[in-house]
């Protein structure tokens, strides 16, 4: 088990979800976690010093994005300083001595579950559990000692438990990928825009609102199209409480530092209601 | 009962699935049903003729837009002719004789039992059970005869199965909506939107892709903006193996078969390498 100490990432979930697989793609194998039950205590954690850096899912090629997390990095300010994406790779998981034969049960989210209905039409004689979490159902089935049972999860979870993965890749769809934020303090984000290197392409992750008139976006989006920066997302979200005003969240191929975003943030800025800079981080692979 | 025929709308879920309070909304309280395990059976129901319509979700204002379904919406060619929002209420569901101060477990989706964190903090003694679904946990509660446990669903899943409300709306946030679609055939849409009166207003919702290149979206709303049509959202997602280009979903304020619409529609053929209308349908309250 490794330490947890005020130098750890914090992330949402129980030791081997997703977002830990993510923690170690985006601040090294070996760094401590801080596991949190809701979003917002990761973000707290970070806010309030328990922790160095969050983890967050923002979004996922099925399942779209998450909405919850951009409210939370509106209202905690805390910057992005990279990305990355994790596909999502459900194995099936059982104490070290099980063979395949003897699993009569499979524990796991719903969700997870759901997503590897092909596995489950070819093996009609497991029945499929609902449980909490994908990493939390392997730890249950190992403390547990159950001699009938496995669990789906990440390959992460099944080395935490001490398991063994006795199918790999069972997921029916092999197009799913979830997109990570580490956020760090701002102090910290500004010293690593200064010291990554000057070559590498980055991307700037912004909020704005426009009041909802025809042709508001269009011109907004003029911002960057007279610059010739290019759009990577780009979605709209009604605002909460006002009928007719909408946020949109933009990601685009730029430095915040560089002359043509200074430029275009200026320029968008007589446009919009409200504007803010999510990050500035190199673009991920 | 209701009976089960092939004047049914297709939905995803158990019987009283928040999706079959969307069905109320939009077909009628009297409409009869068709339950699918899965939301690409709710589309296959409907072009093969085993229900006249098909209702889901397509948008959750904290989880974001339903990739999945925007995927069938385009392979299965089946026209949106209507939409409906519903707010998601969390209601604490037991049998009728049962009082809330013997409600020892509550059985529900596990999204549905984080989306109750305050009522579960205020009830620490009440243990919470992960089950496949909100409605179907409803239903087990009720079969099993159980005594010391309740469920969390919508009022229409006490209603389906004959329990009682113990307590309405538990969720700890009341800005929870999803949006849904009515889809019918081809040739319904067609008829439907000749026959709806001409004074409502009308949403029409496409699909195209751009090749990335920057200002490329802002020249395809240009199509939009000149006509002076109002978008009311959009959404970019990158294209499935083709790391470059994107799809984009948007809706915007307006009848298909007007002037403005047709032409913008000619003019976004010009830039888009593929274009698609979803359908046109009377804006939802």
Redesign the interface.
């Known amino acids: 088990m490794r330490r947890i100490s005020a130098r750890s990432i914090a992330f949402q979930g129980e030791r081997g979800a997703f977002s830990e697989v993510a923690v170690r793609q985006l601040a090294g194998e070996d760094s401590p976690v801080l596991p949190c039950p ?1 979003f917002e205590d990761v973000f707290r954690s970070l806010a309030e010093g328990r922790a160095i850096g969050a983890v967050v899912p923002i ?10 997390n951009y409210d939370h990095l509106l209202s905690f300010e805390l910057p992005i300083v990279s990305e990355t994406s994790v596909r999502i790779v459900h194995n099936l998981i059982a104490p070290e001595k099980l063979h395949f034969s003897q699993i009569k049960r499979v524990f796991s ?2 969700v997870a579950l ?1 997503q590897c ?1 092909d596995f489950f039409q070819k093996n009609p004689q497991i029945e499929r559990i ?4 994908t990493a939390g159902s392997v730890k249950m089935v190992m403390e547990e000692g159950l001699t009938d049972a496995a669990a789906i999860a990440s390959s992460v979870a099944s080395e935490i438990y001490g398991a063994r993965i006795l199918r790999r890749s069972i997921e029916s769809d092999r ?1 799913n990928f979830t997109r990570f934020f580490l956020l760090r303090t701002a102090a910290y984000a500004r010293r690593h825009r200064a010291a990554v290197k000057a070559n590498t392409p980055w991307k700037t992750s912004l909020v704005f609102s426009l009041h ?4 508001a ?3 907004a ?2 911002a ?2 007279l610059r ?11 605002l ?1 409480g006002k009928p007719w005003e909408y946020l949109f969240y933009v990601d685009f191929l730029g430095h915040l530092d560089s002359p043509q975003v200074r430029n275009a943030l200026g320029h968008l800025r007589e446009l919009a209601d409200f504007q803010r800079v999510l990050g500035c981080y190199p673009k991920g692979a």
Chains 1, 2 share one sequence.
């Open positions: 809701r979004e996922n090629t099925l399942a779209g994005s998450v909405h919850e989210h719903p759901n209905l609902p449980f909490y979490d197009q909802n008139q025809a042709g976006l269009f011109r989006l003029s960057f199209a010739d920066l290019s759009l990577t997302k780009i979605e709209s979200r009604p909460r």
